[in-house]
């Protein structure tokens, strides 16, 4: 389902150029799991940035289902994305005077859902994230960890076929990281999800069916047949 080719992105700052990827070959089937590691600075949540198409690489091919995204305008990618990819991050970005049933259902308006339908569809994500009990709470009166159970019943409650995570379990202690992580593996098994996950924790990459190194812009993806 993705398909990159070649892929490097260079930043410029002043008369510095940095290639935070340098021409990343990589293939990830529908329904897989990637872990991804590496070094600070090594490139990856830069990576991220590019399945994702919040950026596009300076060259080379991010083919998602054949369509290069690096082609695509700036309109149609945000199509993609409000439709195709949902989004984990280590800070959970909350609308801090929405409810987490409103908070969950603002990733549906740009798809022209009807309220009532959203209202129905946000309820059912909290729901499958273990948050049924929580719909009318303001993030302020959630633990970090519903926070996050939050951020994911928002990135899925589209339905979306991609789940990019980084770095998700950053801001939780060590019992609300195995938390998130299962409310995250049982999403993926259950939806056929293509999830591709930065982590700097590595018992989650021992656990790892595929695990990308990313260092100084360069990948190595090794397959873990144990996991
Ligand atoms: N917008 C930017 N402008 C200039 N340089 C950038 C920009 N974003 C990232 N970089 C640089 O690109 C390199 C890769 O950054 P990236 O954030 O992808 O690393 P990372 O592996 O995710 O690191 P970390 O584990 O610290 O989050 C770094 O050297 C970083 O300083």
């Known amino acids: 389902m993705y398909r990159l080719s070649g892929v490097s992105k260079r930043y410029r700052r002043g008369k510095q150029t940095i290639d935070a990827l340098d021409g990343i070959d990589l293939t990830i089937d529908q329904g897989d799991k990637l872990v991804v590691q590496g070094p600070t600075g090594g490139g990856k949540s830069t990576l991220l940035q590019m399945l994702g198409g919040l950026d596009k690489p300076t ?4 083919e998602l289902d054949g369509t290069d995204l690096a082609k695509l305008s700036e309109a149609r990618l ?4 409000a439709s195709t990819i949902g989004f984990v991050f280590q800070s959970w970005n ?13 990733a549906l308006v740009p798809l022209g859902v009807r309220a009532k339908e959203r209202r129905r569809r946000a309820a059912g994500a909290l729901e499958s994230v273990g948050l049924g ?3 009318t709470h303001l993030p302020s009166e959630l633990s970090g960890g ?21 770095e998700p379990t950053g801001n939780l ?20 999800l293509t999830f591709v996950m930065v982590t700097h924790d590595s018992s989650i990459a021992r656990k790892a069916p595929r695990l990308a190194v990313i260092r100084k812009g360069h990948i190595k993806v090794s397959e873990n047949t144990r996991a």
């Open 146 to 166: 519903q926070q996050q159970r939050v951020a994911i019943a928002r990135a899925i409650v589209k339905e979306p076929k991609v789940l990019l995570a980084d």
């Open 78 to 81: 945000t199509k993609v994305r």
């Open 59 to 62: 060259a080379g091919s991010v």
């Open 94 to 106: 909350l609308i801090p005077t929405l409810n987490a049933r409103e908070n969950v259902e603002a």
């Open 173 to 192: 202690d060590e019992d609300m990281r195995d938390e998130i992580m299962a409310v995250l593996e049982s999403l993926w098994r259950e939806r056929g």
């Open 133 to 135: 009990e929580r719909l």
